[in-house]
């Protein structure tokens, strides 16, 4: 297993990350045993260079979250240069084989199977559907029958049941956005979340269910988050977190039976993602929804061009 030597100081606010100049809030430690930044910064930093911004060294991988006597969170970094292989390994790689491999069969071009684009997952469909047409799940009361909750920061941070249940949404609800993958031609259907963006965004949400009131009238949350998805998908999404949260559901596939919304959502897709029962003479006919308090003003056309780059595919 891997393990990193504690820091010689706890955290205080004399202590200071080399990367933001700031009170370190929640430390990390790099593979090398370098301690004087903070977990943000330091993820930020080496997903565009995975080396030690003090010695230079590749990093591997960080801890964060350290709690006495040995108890931390491991985040693996991702090397964005390929490594250095010596000259002897790198010529024997490009070494001729010496004799043919055995029992090659040449088999005829008109033998390959024709190319079947991969099917899309429907769930994550449903939900591009959603953010497409801008639709919000209706409220559910807490009582004992909906067996709905309210919940608070105090009780995410206290409460791993919840942080596993918020980590499950996020990770599915990130896919809808095909900006965040390394490979936007990757469809749904190649399984879990890989991009390093995706899985920094995930960190980052969590980070803020700690510590943020998503509800809250301010907005706080919803500036915090509309850097990366835009202001109308960010609100959006932290509407539905919430309603997920709240929900007494562990599974997806159970929540998604029981949202509502206040029209119903399609259930089969095209091979672009469309509904097959919207046709384009529907799709021309449908208003156009958004949730932006003045579109005729120069800030509401001004943000309605900038949610264009985060609209979902």
């Known amino acids: 297993?891997?393990?990193?030597?504690?820091?010689?100081?706890?955290?205080?606010?004399?202590?200071?990350c080399v990367i933001c100049l700031s009170s370190v809030t929640e430390?990390?430690?790099?593979?090398?045993?370098?301690?004087?930044?903070?977990?943000l910064c330091l993820v930020s930093w080496l997903q565009e260079r995975s080396s030690c911004p003090l010695c230079k060294a590749e990093v591997t991988y960080v801890t964060y979250q350290h709690r006495p006597p040995a108890d931390f969170k491991t985040y693996h970094v991702r090397?964005?240069?390929?490594?250095?292989?010596?000259?002897?390994?790198a010529a024997a790689a490009v070494r001729p084989r010496q004799y043919p491999p055995y029992r090659h069969v040449v088999r005829s071009r008109s033998t390959r199977r024709p190319y079947e684009r991969p099917?899309?997952?429907a769930a994550v469909l449903r939900r591009r559907h959603v953010y497409r047409e801008k639709l919000y799940s209706l409220h559910v009361g807490s009582n004992r029958s909906s067996r709905y909750q309210n919940w608070t920061?105090?009780?995410?941070?206290?409460?791993?049941e919840l942080q596993s249940r918020a980590r499950t949404w996020i990770r599915r609800e990130l896919r809808v956005f095909s900006f965040l993958n390394n490979d936007p031609s990757d469809p749904p259907a190649q399984g879990a979340m890989t991009s390093s963006n995706a899985e920094f965004l995930l960190m980052y949400l969590l980070s803020i269910l700690k510590s943020v009131d998503i509800k809250a009238s301010d907005g706080h949350a919803e500036d915090l988050?509309?850097?990366?998805?835009?202001?109308?998908?960010?609100?959006?999404?932290?509407?539905?977190?919430?309603?997920?949260?709240?929900s007494p559901y562990t599974k997806l596939e159970d929540w998604d039976r029981h949202v509502q919304y206040s029209e119903q959502l399609p259930d089969e897709?095209?091979?672009e993602g469309r509904p097959v029962w919207m046709n384009k003479a529907e799709q021309r006919a449908m208003p156009e929804r958004s949730r932006?308090?003045?579109?005729?003003?120069?800030?509401?056309?001004?943000e309605r061009a900038i949610s264009r780059r985060y609209e979902p595919e």
Do not use: Y
């Not at 430390?27 to 977990?39: E, L, P």
């Not at 090397?79 to 390994?89: E, G, I, M, W, Y």
């Open 292 to 302: 932006s308090p003045d579109l005729q003003s120069s800030t509401g056309r001004r």
């Open 27 to 39: 430390r990390a430690i790099t593979s090398c045993n370098h301690a004087s930044f903070d977990f």
């Open 1 to 16: 297993m891997e393990t990193a030597a504690a820091p010689n100081n706890d955290d205080d606010t004399g202590d200071t």
């Open 225 to 246: 988050l509309k850097e990366f998805l835009g202001r109308d998908n960010a609100r959006l999404f932290l509407h539905e977190l919430n309603a997920w949260m709240r």
């Open 269 to 271: 897709f095209d091979d």
């Open 79 to 89: 090397a964005t240069h390929p490594p250095h292989r010596p000259a002897s390994t």
């Open 119 to 121: 099917r899309l997952d």
């Open 153 to 160: 920061p105090q009780s995410v941070t206290s409460s791993p």
